[in-house]
């Protein structure tokens, strides 16, 4: 059989877990996995053979951490490492006609806003890994993803430098979320959009508890679905991790997916070539149910997904036009004050927010691109880029994390043929506005006749009809006034002759006349009533948001008045924020604005002293922010940001309080690392964040650090609290080692432990003191330690 046709025969079966069998062949602590294709290449090769024996058809080669950024300090690099690993997977796959996917994983390293690595730079390293190794692949994975820009650059980088299939899959937790917050109908979007060949769920959670999530999966997709459960949850028993299903259940577990339509099955931590015998069995003869083609307007951000099944509103204030404050924002690369016009924004309703940096004299494409990371960085509404220039469309797109909207095309060929490729590139949106070589046409029915112009070359560039938004034009009545008639007849002929969606520049029918409140309301209402789906307005005015709520439900689209009962019954009064010059440090922090957080900080040092700004104003704001986390109303980008706005805070004190004197206001000092063999620091970093923020000192050792390195530190700073992390099941037992030296070297002093593969359970057996499951519970203990 051809390869690309076994590819996509169905089931398509997968192997199961490397680092599992690794184990079982005596991989040391804190040996590099990926450095066994160079040692002991025959041991690979074996693993390969057993899963192809026990039926895979796919073997993922031994190259996960194979990044340059893993490698470093190895003495080897992914130029060395991957070519080997795949010419190992080659072998084994020759004698069993099977196929071999390039794998690669993540990078170990937070990408911003989260962390400090840069997207290109993540692109970078992908890139690197794709070239030394698609080659000799037949396809390439992409898994065990949490960050889904982290995702989207690695996915970039394989579509531009390797003609071959991409299967993309990413670990959530049980709430249907990743690490990160992602949630899995935006990973289908974004990654369907950019042209992955099949999408799905690897690893945390056994098939039991994935079902519910790749049902969700399914309903939000037509691509293949992937699924790769572990061998259900970690357990520890005598000090080792071990997985709670055997084969036959797991098989089980696995088979059920057939019935979603999930067609690519395999295992990953915990399983071994039983597990992928007893799904070949179990699968044996059955086909994927068929599914039913999921047609979607929504777009989205990593943690929000606005769908477009009803009347939207996007906000407009992001666009200099007649607004100096804002042109002058822009020319000083301001970014934070378009972050705060962000918000408000989002607070007074808005469902999407427009971006629209251009001014002359300025270049565009770095300033759309500055404008996106400072927006997404703050705030999780989908974004609509605002911009004639493709460059600039371009630089934002790249960076831009989710499904956005492209803002706009038009009937013109040169638009056309400049803006679907990077709709179709990026899996973005996209608003046709009606106007070509022409002009705008002034009937209803020749703006029709552009709109579906428009709709057909999109389709012809492969982009389906939900993506596509019309844009009828407002124009002024004061130039003519069959123009709000013109416009809402078009609008509801795109609708009822094309099925698409409309949306309208609401103000622009005012320009020139006065009383222009009553006028933009007025045709608000009218277009809403004629099916219009989508507003751009200023959120910010009353007036036009309270005419959009009553629209929306005398129109029916408002289902049972909800959005308009929560509006005006009381439920959440949208309270409009303060602007910069007041803003409190509370709502600065808990909003994530560095610098605000700064200033309103350095007000309050004129009637506070220090200690008094962190007990009153920094705690309660951070102990707030921990609880929305923990009780999963934000996601881990927000709780970094509010740290990083806490921190800036905190450092302005920090500055006060040494100028005043010598004396140091921490309360105590807490030693943190990631144990020997690990390299894994995120867990540890963010974790230093929150406690400094809460006025410990940190003594940082880093990553991969000796058991007596710790307890030496430990002695020579007197310290009493020390934090260990360690995020690989192969690194946990150099943790109770350095638990083990602790206890005998310095029996006072108190242990806490956290990270990935750690349970309370476990923790326990290991001897430490506390486990915390997440940095908000750190700082718990650290209280009761150290006050
Ligand atoms: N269709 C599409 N995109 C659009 C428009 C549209 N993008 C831009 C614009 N029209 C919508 N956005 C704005 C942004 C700012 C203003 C109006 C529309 C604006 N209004 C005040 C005024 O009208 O004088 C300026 C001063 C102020 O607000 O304080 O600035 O139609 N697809």
């Known amino acids: 059989m051809n390869r690309t046709k076994q590819l996509f025969s169905q089931p398509l079966l997968l192997d199961g877990a490397m680092g599992t069998m690794l184990l079982k062949h005596g991989l040391k602590t804190g040996e590099r996995p990926e450095l066994l294709c160079l040692t002991a290449p025959d041991a690979i090769e074996q693993i390969h053979r057993d899963y192809f024996a026990a039926g895979a058809q796919v073997v993922y080669t031994n190259t996960f951490g194979a990044s340059g950024l893993k490698l470093q300090g190895s003495g080897h690099t992914p130029d060395q490492v991957i070519p080997a690993a795949v010419a190992i997977a080659r072998k084994a796959a020759a004698d069993f006609g099977g196929l071999v996917a390039l794998d690669i994983g993540p990078l170990g390293e937070l990408l911003e806003p989260m962390g400090t690595l840069p997207f290109e730079a993540a692109y970078g390293q992908f890139r690197e890994q794709i070239l030394a190794g698609a080659s000799g692949a037949d396809l390439i994975v992409i898994e065990t993803m949490t960050d889904l820009q982290e995702m989207r650059a690695a996915l970039l980088a394989a579509k531009e430098n390797s003609p071959l299939p991409v299967f993309c899959s990413m670990s959530f937790d049980e709430g249907g979320r ?41 309903q939000w997709t037509n691509l293949p679905l992937l699924i790769k459960a572990n061998a259900g949850l970690p357990a520890v028993e005598n000090g080792e991790t071990v997985y709670k299903i055997g084969p036959e259940e797991y098989a ?58 009803r009347a939207r509103i996007v906000g407009e ?27 408000q924004q989002a607070e007074a309703g808005a469902h999407l927010l427009d971006v629209n940096v251009g001014l002359p004299g300025l270049d565009e494409a770095a300033a759309m691109k500055q404008a996106v990371k400072a927006l997404q960085e703050v705030l999780d509404l989908p974004l609509v880029l605002d911009s004639s220039s493709p460059a600039a469309l371009e630089a934002a797109l790249r960076v831009y994390c989710g499904r956005a909207v492209i803002n706009s095309v038009s009937g013109k060929e040169e638009s056309m043929a400049q803006v679907f490729p990077l709709a179709r590139k990026y899996g973005a949106m996209v608003i046709g ?54 416009t809402l007849e078009a609008a509801a002929l795109v609708k009822r002759e094309l099925g698409l969606k409309t949306i309208l520049g609401v103000s622009n029918i005012s320009f020139g006349l006065p009383a222009r409140e009553a006028l933009n309301q007025a045709f608000l209402s009218m277009a809403l009533g004629r099916g219009l789906d989508i507003a751009i307005l200023n959120p910010n005015n009353k007036g036009m948001m309270d005419a959009f709520f009553a629209s ?43 610098a605000q957080a700064r200033e309103a900080c350095l007000r309050l040092l004129s009637s506070l002293p220090p200690m008094e700004i962190v007990n009153r104003h920094l705690i309660p704001v951070l102990d707030q922010v921990g609880r929305d986390y923990e009780e999963g109303r934000i996601f881990l980008p927000q709780l970094i940001q509010s740290a990083e706005a806490a921190k800036s805070a905190f450092e302005l004190l920090k500055e006060t309080l040494a100028k005043k004197g010598p004396q140091t206001h921490s309360k105590g000092a807490i030693l943190l690392a990631t144990v020997e063999g690990d390299i894994h620091d995120i867990g540890k970093n963010i974790v230093k964040v929150v406690l400094e923020n809460y006025g410990y000192t940190i003594l940082d050792l880093g990553k991969d650090v000796p ?27 150099s943790m109770e080692k350095t638990i083990r030296l602790l206890r005998q070297e310095l029996p006072q002093c108190k242990v806490m432990v956290g990270g990935a593969v750690l349970t309370a359970e476990y923790a326990k057996s290991i001897g430490a003191d506390f486990y915390a499951a997440d940095a908000q519970q750190s700082v718990q203990f650290a209280r009761q330690v150290l006050g």
């Open 707 to 733: 058991p007596a390195a710790v307890v030496q530190a430990a002695k020579e700073r007197d310290i009493r609290l020390v934090g260990l992390s360690a995020l690989m099941t192969t690194t946990v037992p």
């Open 317 to 343: 204030r992001i666009n200099p036009t007649g607004k100096p404050a804002m042109k002058q924002a822009l020319l000083d690369g301001d970014s934070s004050y378009l972050a705060r016009q962000g918000i």
């Open 552 to 594: 929306a439900t005398l129109t029916g689209q408002d289902t049972s008045c909800a959005a308009f009962l929560s509006r005006f019954a009381g439920e959440s009064e949208t309270k409009p924020l303060p602007s910069g010059q007041d803003m409190e440090i509370g709502h600065a922090i808990a909003r994530g604005l560095r």
């Open 178 to 218: 990743t690490f990160t917050g992602c949630d899995v109908r935006a990973m289908a979007l974004t990654l369907e959009g950019m042209g992955a060949d099949a999408i799905g769920i690897n690893c945390s959670l056994g098939p039991f508890e994935i079902y519910p999530i790749a049902q969700e999966l399914a």
């Open 433 to 486: 506005l009606t106007l070509d070589e022409n002009g705008i046409p002034s009937s209803a029915r020749e703006r029709l006749a552009v709109a579906k112009k428009i709709r057909d070359r999109a389709l012809s560039y492969g982009i389906p009809e939900e993506r596509l938004l019309i844009d009828c034009l407002t124009l002024t009545v004061s130039s003519g006034q069959h123009n709000a008639t013109e």
């Open 252 to 309: 089980r577990g696995m088979a059920r997916f057939l019935d979603l339509g999930a067609s690519i099955l395999g295992g990953c931590c915990g399983t071994d070539p039983r597990y992928i015998a007893a799904l070949r069995e179990a699968v044996a003869g059955r086909s994927p149910a068929s599914r039913q083609k999921v047609i979607r307007s929504a777009v989205c951000s990593p943690s929000q997904v606005v769908e477009l099944d």
